[in-house]
């Protein structure tokens, strides 16, 4: 049976340090903002923007939340981003995706100032990403090296696999087990006899958004198998990965719920302080 790669627990050891640092700049007089915004009534989104709030409030950080309307024009919102950009009181902006149809999500990325990018999907935190020279990583995967740190996994010179290659988790997770010296694969929808490449991996990372996708037989008796997706099946929420079966022969797994989902949240807060920092030159 593995180990369970309890997220809950790692996020709470990064929420409490983030905690401690907020306090510390307080004294200083240095308060540390995040600024949210919700376009439409997404209900996924709504959840995922309730739970930032609510991380917030338990760090000291503070929230400032703008709903706007489904039908806001692409000009408004990005009038919105430039108010936050120059607001002394906001540190990070996160503007919650999926937007709707008629606005173009790479214009809303590209407006937000690099320096309050705490989701770190602007352009130009993205090439630091590459060259290995950042501020801010994304939450995800970051959150996902955070697990394996804790539970002392090394990464270097595993064979490392990860399924999907999105701008949000599949990209940026393969680079960060690069620059920790693994050995990456990257799988994709055209990607041919997937099960043969996934078995031969220590690590294996999925993150495709389809319940019960990663079975048994796709897995190598003993690997680390990080599960990203978060999907409803029969009405509850449940990850890429066939957990019962795959659990029996893994050495870690990462459980959905409690497990990848947790540190997305706790990287956001963390990001939002280094934003602070840099922001009144520490
Ligand atoms: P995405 O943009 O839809 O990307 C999915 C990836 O899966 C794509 O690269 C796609 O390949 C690949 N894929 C689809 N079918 C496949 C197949 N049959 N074989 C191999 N690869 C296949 O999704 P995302 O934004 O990366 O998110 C992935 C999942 O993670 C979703 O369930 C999402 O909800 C979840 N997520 C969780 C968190 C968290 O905090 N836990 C954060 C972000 C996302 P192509 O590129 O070829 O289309």
């Known amino acids: 049976m593995s180990k369970i790669l309890d997220g809950k ?10 905690r401690t640092q907020v306090k510390e700049l307080s004294k200083d007089g240095i308060s540390v903002g995040l600024a949210v915004i919700l376009v439409g009534g997404n209900p996924a989104s709504k959840i995922y923007v309730a ?8 760090t000291g950080i503070k929230a400032f939340e703008y709903t706007l309307d489904e039908n806001v024009s692409q000009s408004e919102l990005l009038s919105l981003i430039e108010t936050l950009n120059a607001k002394k009181e906001v540190n990070g902006i996160l503007c919650q995706l999926p937007l709707p149809p008629h606005i173009d999500e790479r214009a809303v990325i590209a407006a937000i100032s690099p320096e309050k990018d705490v989701d770190a999907f602007n352009v130009s935190n993205v090439g630091k990403i590459v060259i290995g020279n950042y501020d801010f990583l994304p939450c995800t995967p970051a959150g996902i090296i955070e697990i394996l740190d804790y539970y002392g996994i090394e990464v270097e010179g595993k064979n490392c696999v990860v399924i999907g290659r999105s701008n949000i988790v599949g990209k940026p997770m393969a680079l960060l087990l690069m ?65 019962d079966e795959v659990s029996k022969i893994a050495g870690y797994i990462t459980p959905v719920p409690g497990g990848v989902g947790p540190m997305t949240v706790s990287v956001l807060l963390k990001n939002t302080v280094t934003a602070a920092k840099r922001q009144n030159g520490r």
Request: with cysteine; aromatic share 2%; charged share 25%.
């Open 179 to 243: 620059h920790r010296n693994g050995t990456v694969t990257i799988c994709h929808s055209k990607t041919e006899n997937l099960a043969s490449v996934t078995s031969g991996a220590d690590i294996l990372v999925s993150a495709v958004g389809k319940a019960g996708f990663v079975t048994a037989d796709m897995v190598k008796p003993g690997a680390v198998v990080i599960d990203v997706g978060m999907n409803r099946a029969e009405g509850k929420l449940c990850g890429d990965v066939c957990f």
């Open 9 to 18: 627990t790692v996020s709470a050891s990064v929420k409490e340090a983030v």
């Open 51 to 58: 739970n930032k709030k609510k991380a917030c409030e338990e």
